[in-house]
C-alpha cells in the first residue's frame, strides 16, 4: 500500500478515477533543515518534496531528492553535504512513509494535530519514527506542518572532527506541504 | 465497549511538576541507592527476567545471559544466524524459558540449551514483542508486525486486523485474571481471547477515552488492574472491576516523554519512561535519580525494570547499564539545598510531617503535592532553633514534647505555635532528657537524674499549664539515676533501660530489675521495643539483643546473625520484623523465624553511627532514621521477600564434564569423581555468601567454604546426599537445604546380579556339556546300528542269489572256452567280497579306494552286460584326502543296473563326476524297467542316513525325464 503510494509520486501516472477521491498528492512541498552548532549555522531547503496521503486508508509518502536542497552558507558547503555527508549518488532520495496513527475525519475541515508513525530512510539507513504534525483539512486540500529532528548518529552520517563545532548532531527539520486531490487525468 | 469515563483531572500536578522540576535543580530528593556488580560493567540490558528459581536472566542485542551474582553465561540459538537480540523472555508454568528475538526466531531453553521452536507454520518474521501462556496452557506471542499469535494443538494462529485486532504492530503483551491477552499497539488496547474456540477481539482506543492511541506498556498489577504507559500522556489505570480508567497524571502535565515500561508496586508504580528517566507514580509523580555515584539521567532512557525476590529493584538504561536498588530505602541528604547531617532525633507526626533536629537546629519537613518532601514552617519554629533537641514525642492531643540536652522540655503545637517550657523549676527531675514516651494522659521523661512522669490533666483541654511531675530516684527503686531509654507496654508496664543496671520494669509501684550479669553480658541499655507479641526487646551497649517474654530470654548476638553489637535503637517495623540501628546500618530481624537481614554500606548506608533513638515510624508504617549523613527512609516492602540467599545447585561434574544430575541418579563405580557447582542467590551483596555443605554418606561435619564448588574425588560405592546451605550473616541456623541424593554403583563384579549370572551360566555350561556328550553318544550308537544295517543290506545284496547266480552263469560261459580268463574272473570275485569284508567296518574310506573297488565291481558287471553297460569318469581333481564312505558308490551302481533296461538297443550310461571340490555325481540315462522290480528306495535311503549321520552335507537326488542324478558330498578326511 505504501508501497503504491511511493510510485504514485515517481510516476505521476494516469490515475485511476477511485482513486482521486481519496488519494492527495504534493510535487512542490518545501522541507528545510537547520544545523545549530556552537561555531556555524547552517540551514538548506528544498521545494520539491513530493508526497502523497490516502485518506481512506491514513497512509502516506514523502519523498525528496537530496540534491534539489539548496541554501548553504556557500556552494563549497553544498557540495559537501552531498559528496561527504548525504552520498547523493549513492542514495539520492530520502523518504517518509509509513500510517497516520491519529482516526481523524478528513472530510472534516478543521485543524487537527496527528502522529504519523513510518519508516525514515536517510543515508540509506532506515529508522522507525512517530512524527508529530499539524494537519488543517481544508476545503478541497491538506496542509501539512511538521518540526522534528534527525540524530546524525542514527543515520550513520559521520562527521569529522575537525568539523565538529561546525556541524550540529540534531539536525532540525522542517516540513510544510499543500496536498491536493489527485485529480482524474 | 461501553467503558465510563471517570477522569481525575487534578490542576495541581501542572504546578507540582514544576515545582519539582525545580526542585530536582535545587539538588534535592528522597533517593534510592543504586549499586552494580563488577560483571555487569557495560553490559546494555534490553530486558531483565527472574525465574522461578530466582536466576536473573538478561535480554541484550548479544543473546540471552544468566547471572547469578558473580557470573554471567550467555545462551545462544544454535547456528542461528540473527536470532541474537533478545526482545522476549517469559517462563511456561512448566518452567521452560522461552524466548523471543529480534528477526521473530522464537526458542526454548531446556537442559541449558536453547532450542529453535519450529511450529509448522514457521515463525514469525519480525521482532517478537511479547510472549504469555493462558490459563488453558496456550502460548501467545506477540509480534511488531504481524499481529498476535497462537500455538493450539501444535499449530499456529494468528490473530490481526482481519480479526479485529487494532493494529499488527504490538509494543507489549499481558495476560488478565480472565485469561485475556491485552496488547498495546498504535491503535490502543485489543483485548484477545477465545471463545469456544473462536477468536474474539475487543478493542479500547480514544473513543473509549483512553487518552492515547499509542500504548507501549501493559502491566498487570497486585489488584489485577491493568498499568497502561502511553506514548504521549503518561500514564493510566484501567480498573478492571469497574470497567473504568484511572487517569491520575493529566495528560497535558506530562513531561517524560514516552512511557518504556511499568513496575506496579502497592498504590504506586516505578516507571521507566524514554526521555524523563525513572519515575514513581503514586499519589504525585516524582523523580527518581539516585543518591551517590550512580545517578539515573533525569532525561534518560529506561529499557526495563524487575523487582527480584530479595526485594531489589533491577533497572536498565541507556545511560547507567544495568544497576539495582533497595525498594525499602530511600535516602535524603539535602532538603532545599541545605545539607542534612548528624540527625539526633527525629519524628514523623500524624499530620505526615517529619521533625529532626541537629545539635544546632529544628526542622519540619512536609510532602509536597507529589509526595516530594520539601522544607515546612510553622509558627513559633524560629524560637526552637539552637535547643540541642536529642527526643522527641506526639502526645495523643497532638503536642510535640521536645526533650533537650540540658534545658529540660517543650511543649508545642505546631499548628497554633504554642510553646510551653519544662525545666527543674517545673518539676522535672533533670534537664538533660534522653527519651520521652508516653501512654494515653500519662507522660514520661528519662533524664540523666531519674525519671519523670506527669499526668495530662485533663482530655478536653490537654494544655493546662504547670503540670504536676512526679519522679523516681535511684533510691525509689530504681536503682541509677542515668536513664536512657523509657518506653510503655501495652500491658502497662513501663520499662527503663539504665546505664549499668540492666533493663527495670515498673508495676503496680514497684520496680522489677531484670540485670543477671550471668544471664545479660551487658547492661547497659539503650534502646527497647515490643513485638506484636508482647515479647520485650532491648539493647545493649555493646553486646546484642535481648528478648523477654514471660521468664524467657532469647539472645541475638554475631552467631546469631547480628552484624553488630552495639545498637542504638530498636524499633518494629509492624510487618513481623524488629530493626536493630547501628553504626554501619541496621539489621532487620524476624520475630518469628530469627533471621537476619543486614542492610549496610551496599545497601546505601554510609556513615551512620546514629544518635541514641534517632527513629520513628509514620502513619504509613514507614521508618526514618536519623543518621549522621540525612535522613533514611525504609517502606516495608508490599511483597514478601527472601530473608536469606536461595542456594542452588547449578550443574553437577563427572571427570569434570557435566552431567545432568536428577534425583536418586545412579552412577557406575568408575563415575566416582564428582564435583558440584552450586551458588546462594543474593545479588544485594553476592560477596558476603558463605556455604556450608556435606555430602551425607561421606562425611557428616559441615564444611565451611566459601567457594562455590565441592569437589570429591574417588567415591567408593554407596548411597550419598549431597546438602548445600547458605548464609550473608554468621547464622546458618534454619538456612533451607539444597540438596541433591545419588547413588554409585559397586562394580559389576561385586553385584548380586552378576555373580547370580554366573553361576546360572556355569550350570547352563555343564548341563550343555553333559547334554552334547550324551548326543554325541547317542548319534554314534545310531550310526553304528546304520552301520551294521548297511552293512547287512550290501552283503544282503553281494550274496544275493540273482548275483551270484549271475556271476555263476558268467563264469561258466567262459570257464570252458577261455580258462584263464575264468580264472581271472574268479580271482575278481573273490576281491571283491575280500575287499567288501574288508571296508564294511570303516565308516570312510577314500575315493580311490571306493573306485577300485567299483572297478572290480564293475569286471564283473561287464562280462555280463558287455558294451551295453557304459561307465565313465572324469575325476580329474580328485582331492586327495577326499573321502566317501564306503560302497556308496557300488550301491548306486547297482541301483541303476537293477532298476533300468541294459540292453544293445539301450545301453545303459553311467557318469561319475566331481562337481567342484566337494561334490561326487552320478547319473544315468533313464530307461525304467516296467513294473519288473519293485523299488524300495531301501539303497538311497540308506546311504542318506549314513551321510546324515556322518552330520555332513546330505545327498541330493534329482529324476529328469531321462536322466537320475545323484549327487554326494565328498568329505574331507577320515574321522
Redesign the interface.
Known sequence: MIAILISIIGMWSPAIPTEAERVFLTQSGTIQFSSEAPLELIEADSDQLKGAIDTDKRTFAFTVEMTSFEGFNSPLQREHFNEIYMESTRFPKSKFAG?I???IDFSKPGTYTI?A?GKLTLHGLTQER?IRCQLVVAESELQIAADFSVLLVEHDISIPRVVHQKIAEEIKVKVRAVFTPKTGS | MKGRLVRYRWKAYALMTTLYVLCNAAGFAQSPYFQTHAALDGLRVSLIFEDSRGFVWLGTRDGLKHYDGNTLQTYLMPDSLGAVSVTAIYEDRDGVLWIGYENGSIGTLRLQEVKPYLPEEGTPIVRISGIWQDPQGLMWFATYGEGLYFQRAGRLYNIDQEDGLSDTDIYTLAGDEKGRVWVGTDGGISICWLEAGEKQVRNIGVGEGLPDNIVRELQVDMAGNMWIGMYDHGICVYDMKSDTFRIPISADSWTYGPVSTILPMKGKAWVGTEGGGLLTVGEGVRQLTGKGDVQVAPNGKILDLLRDGEGNIWLSSNTNGLVFAQESLLFLDQINSEPIGNVQAILADRQGHIWYSTETSFRMLNKSPSGALQRGNSPSLDRLQGENIISMYEDAAGYLWLGTFGNGVFRYLPLEGTLHHYTEAEGLINENVLSIKGNGPEIWFATLGGVSRCRLPDAADPGGFPLEMESFRREDGLGINYIYYVHTDKSGKTWFGTDGKGIAALENGQFHHYADTALFKSNKVYSIAEDDQGGIWFSTADAGIYRLLGDSVRYLGLEGGLSNLAISALVNDGNGHMMAIHSKGFDLISVASGLVNSYEETAGFEEVDAALNAVSIDQQGSIWMGTQQGIVRYVPPDLPFRMRPATRIEQTLMLLNPVPLSEGRHFAYDENDLTFDYVGLWYRAPGKVHYQYRLSGHNTEWITSQDRRATYPNLPPGEYVFQLRATANDNFDHAPMSSVAFHIRPPFWQEVWFLLAVGIGLLLFLYWIIRDREKRLEKAASLKQQMIEFQFDTLKNQVNPHFLFNSFNTLISIIEEEPKIAVGYVEKLADFFRNMLEYRDQQLISLEEELELLNTFLFLQKKRYGENLQLTYEITAAQPGACIPPLTLQMLIENAIKHNVISARKPLLIHISINGDSTLRVQNNLQKKRGVVPSTGTGLQNIRSRFELLGRDTMRVRETETEFIVDIPLLNSIT
Open positions: 500510517k496513527i491519529e482516526e502522529r508513525k512517530i
